[in-house]
């Protein structure tokens, strides 16, 4: 049983890590706080459920449209909202306030349209992979080869590619590439269809496992950021291996409490991390309190 | 006649909320998400105070204020070491833990069934407060007496002091007052004054879950506070009344409850979006969130 318990902790553990190596990827560069991140998990699946069962083209197709849309959809909530406020150079509180507000918006338009019950895009029983004694269903293998390559790709490109210069130059100062000639503007709209991109994919295979509802986003958002906030911010590495940690942990506090106290235990470990290492994990040394 | 007398208990409910809210965010600048889990705390404390220890109303409110802002002083000390968006981060993970416990614990709350058939609050053991108008004079008092508090609290040193930690901490430090002892007194009596809001709730409706006191909820308070407007008096209060009168004026027009509900949040999320970029000290509010 242990093992199965690791291995749910791992499937996890991979939303986990994607979810807050997107956040990571907006909040290290530009320090928007984007809780409005969370809808865009939940964006994917209901356009994937209107091309799919809507309009009865292939799973592929709507797959990937689901995915084109949201990413525009991320691009929007940039070019509408934050970048009015950054050319303003509003303070960070009034970003995250305006994040909520669009939360709220877009997650009451999907619920106006489509109801607010859990809708589920994949009505077959799900077929099980069987390794040992430890059993999967095909869709959280899936999710969790896929977020090992999506991370891969990733780290590569942000070690070697320009963009990944760029991007880790931002993160370091933005003021400086703006200085230096870089068009940081156009930079942030690459960062956020980057990050809508990895949301939509994780949102789409996680629904098609388990349905989804409009207000799925948050809690898995919530968790995201605990893991960054454990991982460590700046370094890119770090919400991986904080999300990992978080999946694990939950997996494992359902197998020695109960399902109930897996997110007390998640913010009890917040909590810890914020009064002994307000750093992280990965994090170097320099105040932030 | 009784409607309108239910929505003005309502307003009276959330005047309290938005107001003691406002001590933190429009007079510290300290952004909460986490007062729902306080107002939560208010509602289950009176409940405990009139259930299980029989007190009367004014007994029962006190307890309730008073164990809200000592459970907020383990919160307050620990959270008010971080800056920005951790603090707002730290009260996000209280607000879970408290709503996660409320939730959970149910040989104590009852989790989510709740706890219902919560009697009518007595004032001195003589008069029963039960029915509409009792409960309107009651909470027109309670409303009128925070912000009667606050009002002088405002115009206090101590609320100077409290302007100086939101306007420039540093300028503050260098004279000499001492910025996190008036922060954490900021957190505990804002927590103290919405758990009033909270036993009146619990003692109105005469019904409590955990689900009238999640995350939506605190970011509901918050939301009415930065739109009525922050730093002064009269902006929480035009909050509050927003957030109340809204929906019922959406219902007035005839829209059904099923579009109403998901038409009114939309509403609140565009006219927040609007705000902070053309208004960030909200409708009435003298101070911009910084």
Known sequence: ?289 | MDYIFHIIILINIYIILTTSTNLLVGMTNLLSLGQAAFYGLGAYFSVLALMVLHLTIIPALLFSAICTSLMSLLIAYPSLRLKGDYFVLATLGFQLIIYTILYNWISVTKGPFGISGIPSPSLFGLLYISGIYSFLVLSSVLAAMVIYIFYKLIHSPFGRALKGVRDDELSLLSIGRNVTSLKIWAFTLSSGFIAIGGCLYASYVAYIDPTSFNLDEAIFILAAVLIGGTGNIKGPIIGAVFVVVLPELLRLVGLPDSIGANLRQIIYGLTIILLMRFRPQGIAGEYALK
């Not at chain 1, 338009?109 to 999967?136: D, M, Q, R």
């Not at chain 1, 991982?231 to 997996?251: D, M, S, T, V």
């Open chain 1, 1 to 289: 049983m242990f093992l199965q318990f690791i291995a749910n902790g791992i499937v996890i553990g991979s939303i986990y890590a994607i979810v807050s190596l997107g956040f990571a990827l907006i909040y290290n560069t530009t320090k928007i706080f984007h809780l409005a991140y969370a809808v865009l998990y939940m964006f994917c699946p209901y356009m994937i459920l209107t091309f799919f069962h809507g309009l009865g083209l292939n799973l592929f197709i709507s797959f990937t449209v689901a995915i084109i849309i949201t990413v525009f959809l991320s691009v929007i909530m940039e070019f509408l909202v934050y970048r009015p406020l950054a050319k303003k150079e509003s303070s960070l509180n009034i970003m995250l306030i305006s994040s909520i507000g669009i939360m709220i918006v877009v997650t009451n338009i999907i619920s106006l349209f489509y109801g607010s019950e859990t809708k589920i895009l994949n009505s077959e029983i799900s077929k099980t992979f069987t390794i040992g004694n430890i059993i999967l269903t095909y869709a959280q293998i899936s999710q969790v080869s896929i977020s090992m390559i999506l991370i891969v790709v990733f780290l590569l490109f942000l070690k070697f590619s320009r963009f990944g210069i760029m991007t880790r130059a931002m993160r370091d100062d933005d003021v400086l590439c703006q200085v230096l000639g870089m068009d940081i503007y156009k930079m942030r709209y690459v960062l956020f269809a980057l990050s809508g991109l990895f949301s939509a994919i994780i949102g789409g295979l996680v629904a098609y496992d388990v349905g989804m509802d409009p207000y799925v986003g948050m809690p898995i958002l919530v968790n995201a950021v605990v893991a960054l906030i454990i991982g460590g911010i700046g370094r890119f590495e770090a919400p991986i291996i904080g999300g990992f940690i978080i999946g694990i942990l939950q997996a494992l506090s359902v197998w020695a409490f109960s399902a109930r106290w897996q997110d007390a235990v998640t913010f009890l470990l917040l909590i810890i991390f914020l009064l002994f290492r307000p750093t992280g994990i990965l994090a170097e040394r320099k105040r932030l309190v």
